[in-house]
């Protein structure tokens, strides 16, 4: 069976503090900064790849990068509005992958810095080097049929609150109420945890303790 597995070195999300702390410990160490991407972190890859060993077929690196000005976010997808962006894919096989483990270290952290050097040569001429790729078109079948499956799920669901109302079932509708206040706290609680400031601490200077 064919397996395959992802994994992001830098273990958190870029913010100009990351960053900040990212060139820190490139510099501490006597190693040229990332403009574009953090410091990665070698040690969880570098195993997974040693044990892997000759069964490890080839590493993919897939870069993404949006041309422009362009930075969408979710509510660009809810607005229905249409997004560019380009993807730089390079394989790299089995004869090219080192076998020990602080080779492999050093091979991933080369990864990274061909990765910071594309992005460079991307936001300074808004394309990856090389032929370009192919172009997909752009689909709205799946934003279509996302508003129509919202539609219906909203019209049986008002449908069916005035229809308790219609009957007297309070008590349903109290029910039915708090069910709908207690889901949204867990949304909330579940959502926050994904917020910048509840990610890694990663480039965070905690507070020492008096």
């Known amino acids: 069976a064919v397996v395959s597995t992802q994994s992001t070195g830098e273990g958190t999300r870029f913010t100009p503090a ?23 972190r070698t040690k969880g890859a570098a195993e ?22 362009n930075n969408p976010d979710t509510s660009t997808m809810i607005a229905g509005k ?11 096989g089995q004869e090219e992958i080192p076998k020990e483990k602080p080779e492999i270290e050093k091979f991933i952290v080369e990864q990274y810095r061909d990765m910071d050097n594309l992005l460079q040569y ?8 090389g032929e370009p790729g192919q172009s ?13 499956w919202a539609a219906v799920s909203y019209g049986l669901g008002a449908a069916f609150l005035i229809h308790l109302i219609s009957d007297g079932c309070y008590y349903m ?31 965070i200077e905690k507070k020492k303790a008096s």
């Not at 069964?55 to 993404?64: A, D, E, T």
């Not at 991307?122 to 080097?129: L, Q, T």
């Not at 997909?136 to 934003?143: E, V």
Request: charged residues 20%.
């Open 173 to 203: 509708l109290a029910f039915i109420g708090l069910g709908l206040l207690l889901g949204g706290i867990a949304a909330h609680n579940i959502i926050s945890y994904a917020t910048l400031s509840k990610s890694s601490t990663y480039g």
């Open 82 to 92: 249409s997004t560019d962006i380009d993807i730089y894919f390079r394989r790299i």
């Open 122 to 129: 991307h936001a300074e001429n808004d394309a990856f080097p």
């Open 136 to 148: 997909l078109p752009k689909r709205r079948r799946s934003l279509i049929m996302f508003y129509v």
């Open 48 to 69: 997974l790849i040693s044990e892997l060993g000759d069964s490890l077929g080839s590493v993919r690196n897939v870069i993404f990068a949006f041309p422009g000005s």
């Open 18 to 40: 990351k960053h900040k702390a990212s060139i820190a410990f490139a510099r501490e160490r006597g190693m040229e900064p990332f403009r574009h991407v953090l410091y990665p």
